[in-house]
């Protein structure tokens, strides 16, 4: 009786171990997930919101490059004389680098948005560190120009993508004001409504310039409202460009060049 009650006791203990591994391991895991939230990442954590210049907007666009659409988003920014940063995906990339490049030599900025474009349900840190260096990766190999910013797919920080951007030598960045421009609703005007909802001197705007994980046809309300959107800026006396020249936290801004040989 003795040795079956020293038995269960131990019994007991182990699985107290586990369980309490098993907490920290989701607790590292989704923590920093909450910085989702716009108010905790405004309270605690001002460059992930993407906070910078007072006198600057700085202007992103995810889940690129696609032929379809990307290229209208080109003209346009230079149409406007504005450059923006590109997160991009690097499936999509390896697929078009014809794209990354014009990007480059269109004197935007390209950043690392993801090797796929997937939510992290569970832990895994050493394929978070393996698609993000690889990403990282192709964009020096097709663009020719070294990536400094990391926004995860859908806006999810958990810990594994938190170390391995670190590990890649990337910044994490969110955003200040989104235009809502992924769904099947959305057209220039609600776009342009909830950019400006949030708008603030030193923001950082996210937008996509392709539905490959959106609404079909859903970037097409989101290029119809950058010309209104970029007028408001200029109207408020904000310049607009990419998180290169942001000065996002303690990154001086600095211009875009191209990596080195």
């Not at 989701?26 to 939230?37: E, K, N, Q, R, S």
């Given at each position: 009786m003795v040795k079956d009650i020293g038995s269960t006791g131990a019994s007991h203990r182990a699985r107290a171990v586990a369980a309490c591994a098993l907490g920290?391991?989701?607790?590292?895991?989704?923590?920093?997930?909450?910085?989702?939230?716009?108010?905790?990442?405004?309270?605690?954590?001002p460059s992930l919101d993407g906070r910078g210049r007072a006198d600057h907007v700085a202007l992103t666009f995810d889940d690129g490059p696609d032929p379809a659409s990307t290229p209208h988003f080109l003209r346009l920014l230079d149409a406007h004389?504005?450059?923006?940063?590109?997160?991009?995906?690097?499936?999509?990339?390896?697929?078009?680098?014809?794209?990354?490049?014009?990007?480059?030599?269109?004197?935007?900025?390209?950043?690392?948005?993801?090797?796929?474009?997937?939510?992290?349900?569970?832990?895994?840190?050493?394929?978070?560190?393996?698609?993000?260096?690889?990403t990282a990766e192709a964009v020096r190999r097709v663009c020719g120009t070294d990536p400094l910013w990391y926004r995860p797919p859908y806006g999810i920080l958990t810990g594994g993508r938190l170390a391995a951007a670190r590990r890649a030598g990337l910044r994490p960045v969110l955003w200040s004001a989104w235009g809502h421009d992924w769904t099947g609703d959305a057209d220039a005007r609600s776009v342009g409504a909830s950019v400006l909802k949030d708008l603030r001197a030193g923001a950082t705007v996210l937008l996509h310039d392709a539905d490959n994980w959106s609404a079909p046809g859903a970037w097409r309300a989101t290029l119809e409202a950058l010309p209104g959107l970029l007028a408001a800026c200029r109207e408020r006396g904000l310049s607009v460009g990419p998180l290169a020249e942001h000065g996002v936290g303690d990154v001086r801004a600095r211009p875009i060049r191209p990596a080195g040989p």
């Open positions: 920290a391991v989701a607790a590292w895991h989704i923590g920093p997930a909450a910085t989702w939230l716009p108010p905790v990442r405004r309270a605690l954590a004389g504005v450059r923006a940063t590109f997160f991009l995906v690097g499936t999509s990339l390896t697929r078009h680098p014809e794209l990354g490049r014009t990007l480059v030599a269109a004197g935007h900025e390209v950043a690392v948005h993801g090797w796929h474009h997937s939510r992290p349900w569970l832990p895994h840190p050493s394929r978070d560190l393996r698609e993000v260096t690889r």
